[in-house]
């Protein structure tokens, strides 16, 4: 069965500093990634995907994250912080034949200060 | 334009009642889901429907029922609440059924509250 690890339940970063939050996932077939970003009280937005058209993925709001095969990871990152990347940050995966279900790591809350 | 939308966005009741959600999505997907949120942001799906049929249920009691009257619609309804199903509960919708590197697409919850 597929699953994801997101190691750090909360990151805190200051204001202009390097985002990297930690995914790594487990599948046994080639995965489909996901990376979704949840404000307070809203739902679940995507941030990005990787659908193994490329490694290295662009996503809204300034965050990439890259597929790492060898190391079973798809950190996301962003260069700068700004205020309104606080939130909660998901990893997701999804296998072909998975029934469409889509797994989600335990997600890392994002803490950005001036 | 709300592309998913899910109603009432809080519900506060009794231990014992029962109670329904309802989900629309104007996206044209064919598959919809029902998560559930626990107090610690984990979330876990439990029901999957592709163009009305069941196709996921992931050991969720009975006393949750879903109903798909056509594929823009995924109303969830709870029999005999508890204590335990305090959540915030998530409709999504996506297109394509089984795999696919499709995204869900969520609408902002709803937050049950027993009491």
């Known amino acids: ?114 | 334009d709300t592309a998913v939308s899910q109603t009432p966005k809080y519900l506060v009741t009794q231990m014992g009642n029962d109670k329904s959600i309802k989900c629309e999505q104007n996206l044209g997907h064919d598959t919809m889901y029902w998560y559930k949120q626990d107090s610690k942001k984990f979330l876990k799906i439990m029901f999957s429907y592709n163009n009305k049929e069941l196709i996921i249920n992931e050991t969720v009691p009975n006393r949750f029922s879903p109903k798909s009257p056509d594929k823009a619609h995924l109303n969830l309804h709870i029999n005999s609440l508890e204590l335990g199903d305090s959540a915030v509960y998530f409709c999504a919708s996506s297109q394509g059924d089984v795999g696919g590197n499709s995204p869900l697409h969520f609408g902002n919850g709803t937050r049950l509250t027993v009491t």
């Open chain 1, 1 to 114: 069965a597929q699953s994801v690890t997101q190691l750090g339940s909360h990151v805190s970063v200051s204001e202009g500093a390097l985002v990297l939050l930690r995914c790594n996932y487990s599948s046994s077939v080639p995965p489909y990634l996901f990376w979704y970003v949840q404000y307070p009280n809203q739902g679940l937005q995507l941030l990005l995907k990787y659908t193994s058209a490329a490694t290295l993925v662009k996503g809204i709001n300034g965050f990439e994250a890259e597929f790492k095969k060898s190391e079973t990871s798809f950190h996301l990152t962003k260069p700068s912080a700004h205020m309104s990347d606080a939130a909660e940050y998901f990893c997701a995966v999804r296998v072909t034949g998975g029934g469409n279900k889509l797994t989600f790591g335990t997600g890392t809350q994002l803490k950005v200060e001036l």
